[in-house]
């Protein structure tokens, strides 16, 4: 079973700028995440979805972070503008949903998108 | 906002001697999880306790969950240089917070050949 997967590995931009991040979630899982971790950190939740609608983006910098999951499968995550203190990695994560009747779910991460601006 | 402090945040240590990770909160969670991350790769799940007192053993790790479901160990038995990585503990607070997950900082384990 293929798992989360992210691109870009890497990016490199100067403050100011945009960037983006593409996230495809594990076949079937309704539930997708995307976290911040900055180095020296554990993982922070910018927003949670479910299908195609938000759960939960309360520690989303919304004047700066967007997210969509248009069609309830891939995700993307914009910076606009981006700030030095946005250095981090970006993890996206899956899960099966709240359809499996358990609150312990497993959560899948993919390899993060590590942003480093300058 | 729910807080995990993990202590400490880095250890290094020799080839087969033991070692405790703690999680603590001053919050209590409806479950707690325990991920392994290795550079340049997502976090791992390990574990998931339950209940409070709960043990539960993966190999030469044994997971503990307190009787308040408050705060939570790791023990590590003749640590081996494949253990290497970082530790996360994770709080799930259940509810209206459904599946939101709370890390706490981390802990770097290095454990030297």
């Known amino acids: 079973e293929a798992g989360v997967a992210q691109s870009p590995r890497y990016k490199i931009i100067e403050k100011r700028q945009s960037v983006a991040f593409w996230c495809n979630p594990i076949?079937?899982?309704?539930?997708l995440y995307w976290y911040q971790q900055i180095l020296g950190q554990g993982p922070k939740l910018l927003i949670q979805?479910?299908?195609?609608?938000?759960?939960?983006d309360s520690q989303l910098p919304k004047d700066r972070f967007s997210a969509e999951r248009l069609k309830g499968v891939d995700s993307t995550l914009k910076i606009q503008p981006a700030k030095l203190e946005d250095s981090a990695v970006y993890l996206c994560?899956?899960?099966?949903?709240?359809?499996?009747?358990?609150?312990?779910?497993?959560?899948?991460f993919g390899p993060g998108t590590r942003l480093l601006v300058l | 906002t729910q807080l995990l402090e993990q202590s400490p945040q880095f250890l290094s240590i020799q080839e087969g001697e033991n070692l405790t990770v703690y999680c603590n909160s001053s919050s209590v969670f409806s479950s707690l999880q325990w991920y392994r991350q290795e550079p340049g790769e997502g976090p791992v799940l390990l574990v998931t306790?339950?209940?409070?007192?709960e043990v539960k053993k993966l190999k030469r790790l044994t997971f503990q969950f307190g009787d308040a479901r408050k705060d939570s160990s790791l023990h590590i038995t003749a640590a081996q240089p494949g253990d290497t990585g970082l530790y996360l503990c994770a709080g799930i607070a259940g509810g209206t917070s459904y599946g939101k997950l709370t890390f706490g900082q981390g802990t770097i384990l290095t454990v030297h050949p």
């Open positions: 994560a899956s899960s099966l949903g709240r359809s499996s009747g358990t609150y312990q779910e497993t959560q899948y």
């Open positions: 979805f479910q299908n195609n609608g938000v759960v939960d």
């Open positions: 306790v339950v209940t409070g007192g």
């Open positions: 076949s079937g899982h309704a539930t």
